[in-house]
């Protein structure tokens, strides 16, 4: 590889040097900053709903729904806030919580099939819960009357009463009842299937002498600010597909400098997303709805977060009868599969996107489907990963071919090449049109050289995407220490692999470029032992950048996933084997144990 070359992987290698190093030092400890300032300046008032809701009214203007949960109280613990009213209980094989009675609330969440840390014994995750703790997160459903009306509606402090149904389970929907005094009698059924997908059917029965206007809500609320990763390649906040806004994705930040967003819709979906869980409302998909984000303040923590819809067209109640509304709300984990299923189930514009598959979706989503289609041939997500390393490397063989051809060639040409230098030392010019002469007579590609690196990009890319956002790879185990694929190798080299009693990474300032794992080691190893299948460069500085690259490599991987460390390894590995193979072919000398250790030898000073 010629001095072009050289200098074209540096100009990549320094690039993602600058863009990690900018995550990492500027913008994460900026957003932290902003959001401790955002929680010491938070207002201790008593949590009450905004009137964040906007439905059209017969003349097209815009009435408010009514507030809730004024003088709610702030309980010491989440049990203490779910004690303080009657619930119904939720039971499925996916979920457990309970139904707020008091608003008619879905606030009370647990999902079953994941918990908090690798340890089966930990908490299971919780999603949502009720107003008055520490992290109020809750799901509901209503009417707003419009404009001028005078109608008594249920809001965030009405007491229902629970009119069928015992326990709501994925057999058993239960049903809610209110009163209003004045004619009309409301109710809610709640039904949800076997994974994460609420039915919520509202009714009115009108004993009335009147035909009643209504328009039906549905909304999210969360009334504080969550812990995000904070990454590029991640969305985690509002989000949604709404009509020719198409994908909307915003972060807390965004509609905190926002305050209201609002978007006109048929059908599609809103709500807000985590790494791995996420909240959706999704109206009937032929309904045309006036879709609102919004963020208030009027909360202890200083942040409400709410995502709503609102039927453009009323539902009319006649005198003597009644009408309901049929919506559908999702809480639960961000399985593939089951996104799926949902979105081709109930027919919702693109649901799949509740998954951040990024821009390159068309080679991240099949990279996924790949390694989950050899996980259950293998078993073993990190099999798995080592089975697709294989592949592509056979798909991309005969490119990879011809580039290792080619830089056996230019080890073969090597002498001419500097003879060319020498003849034309004095004349750039000429000296670069003997190269191509050479090259060309030769029907050698310069840089064909690189394509083995930069063919490694999207896959590398599309495989940290894979690891980084599906929830399949949470606490997916490999071997021995491995326990979670997703997360970084949990030993650290600066501790002597656990045997000092002390957690490198604890460091202040430097903790976080010591948390060097068993792993990230083996990788720099692999690669500084790829790089020394060619002699070392003539020109020190270039000598010693290739050096060095190893290293650079091993902390700056060592606090990715560790299944793209064992990606990274096993790839190098496979490329000395591969590049080793190709290059005899060619005819061409590798003395890989000769070059290593001249690696270790002492260069001579030169003479003055």
């Known amino acids: 590889m010629n001095e072009n070359n050289r200098n074209m992987i540096l100009a990549v290698v320094l690039s993602m040097l600058v863009l990690f190093g900018w995550q990492f030092f500027i913008a994460g400890p900026?957003?932290?900053?902003?959001?401790?300032?955002?929680?010491?300046?938070?207002?201790q008032e008593q949590a009450q709903d905004s009137a964040d809701l906007a439905a059209p009214s017969a003349d097209g203007a815009a009435g408010a729904a009514p507030s809730a949960d004024a003088d709610t109280q702030v309980?010491?613990?989440?049990?203490?806030?779910l004690a303080a009213s009657d619930r119904v209980a939720i039971e499925t094989g996916s979920l457990s919580g309970s139904i707020n009675l008091t608003g008619a609330r879905i606030d009370d969440l647990h999902l079953l099939r994941y918990n908090e840390t690798t340890d089966p014994d930990s908490p299971t995750i919780t999603l949502l819960s009720p107003v008055g703790s520490d992290t109020p997160y809750y799901l509901e459903q209503g009417w707003v009357a419009a404009q001028g009306a005078d109608v008594a509606l249920p809001n965030g402090q009405t007491e229902w009463t629970l009119e069928s149904g015992d326990t709501l389970t994925a057999a058993t929907p239960v049903t809610l009842a209110w009163d209003n005094g004045d004619e009309l009698v409301f109710r809610r059924t709640i039904s949800v299937d076997e994974n994460?997908?609420?039915?919520?059917d509202q009714s009115v029965e009108n004993s009335g002498a009147g035909d009643v206007t209504l328009f039906p809500y549905s909304r999210i609320a969360r009334l504080y600010t969550p812990q995000t990763q904070n990454f590029f390649i991640l969305h985690e906040g509002p989000v949604g597909v709404l009509g020719d806004a198409n994908l909307v994705e915003r972060s807390y930040s965004d509609l905190q400098n926002d305050g209201q967003l609002d978007f006109a819709s048929t059908g599609g979906w809103l709500g807000f997303t985590d790494k791995?869980?996420?909240?959706?409302?999704?109206?009937?998909?032929d309904e045309a709805v006036n879709a609102r984000y919004f963020h208030g303040t009027n909360v202890p923590s200083g942040n409400d977060y709410r995502a709503n819809f609102v039927a453009q067209a009323p539902v009319t109640v006649p005198a003597g009868g009644s009408a309901s509304h049929e919506s559908l709300a999702f809480a639960g984990a961000k399985v593939e599969s089951i996104i799926d299923s949902y979105e081709r189930a109930y027919s919702i514009d693109r649901f799949e996107l509740m998954i951040d598959w990024g821009w390159f979706h068309f080679i991240t989503k099949p990279m996924f489907y790949l390694i989950r289609l050899l996980f259950e041939f293998l078993g073993n997500f990190g099999l798995a990963i080592l089975a697709v390393t294989v592949i592509v490397k056979a798909i991309f063989f005969p490119l990879a071919n011809k580039s290792y051809a080619s830089m056996a060639n230019m080890r073969r040409v090597q002498p001419k090449m500097k003879e060319i230098q020498e003849k034309h030392k004095d004349?750039?010019?000429?000296?670069?049109?003997a190269m191509m002469e050479l090259y060309k007579t030769e029907k050698i590609n310069p840089i064909s050289g690189c394509w083995p690196i930069l063919i490694q990009i999207p896959v590398f890319f599309a495989l940290y995407k894979v690891l980084f956002v599906t929830i399949e790879m949470r606490h997916a185990p490999f071997f021995g220490w491995i326990q979670d694929l997703a997360a970084p190798d949990p030993t650290h080299i600066f501790n002597l692999f656990g045997l000092l009693p002390y957690d490198p990474s604890a460091v202040p300032v430097i903790g976080s470029f010591l948390a060097i794992g068993i792993w990230p080691v083996i990788m720099g190893i692999t690669m500084w032992v790829q790089m020394r299948l060619n002699p070392p460069p003539a020109d020190p500085t270039q000598a010693m950048i290739f050096n060095w690259m190893p290293v650079i490599f091993t902390f700056m991987l060592a606090t990715f996933p560790a299944g793209l460390v064992i990606y990274w390894a096993w790839n190098n590995f496979l490329s000395v084997v591969q590049q080793w193979i190709i290059?005899?072919?060619?005819?061409?000398?590798?003395?890989?144990?000769?070059?290593?250790?001249?690696?270790?030898?002492?260069?001579?000073?030169?003479a003055e």
């Open 30 to 43: 900026q957003l932290e900053q902003a959001q401790r300032q955002a929680e010491l300046s938070a207002q």
């Open 75 to 81: 309980f010491a613990t989440r049990d203490d806030a």
């Open 196 to 200: 994460y997908m609420f039915t919520i």
């Open 276 to 285: 791995y869980w996420a909240t959706a409302i999704i109206p009937p998909q």
């Open 427 to 433: 004349d750039r010019a000429a000296q670069q049109q």
């Open 583 to 606: 290059m005899r072919r060619h005819g061409v000398t590798v003395d890989l144990l000769g070059n290593i250790k001249n690696s270790f030898k002492r260069k001579p000073k030169a």
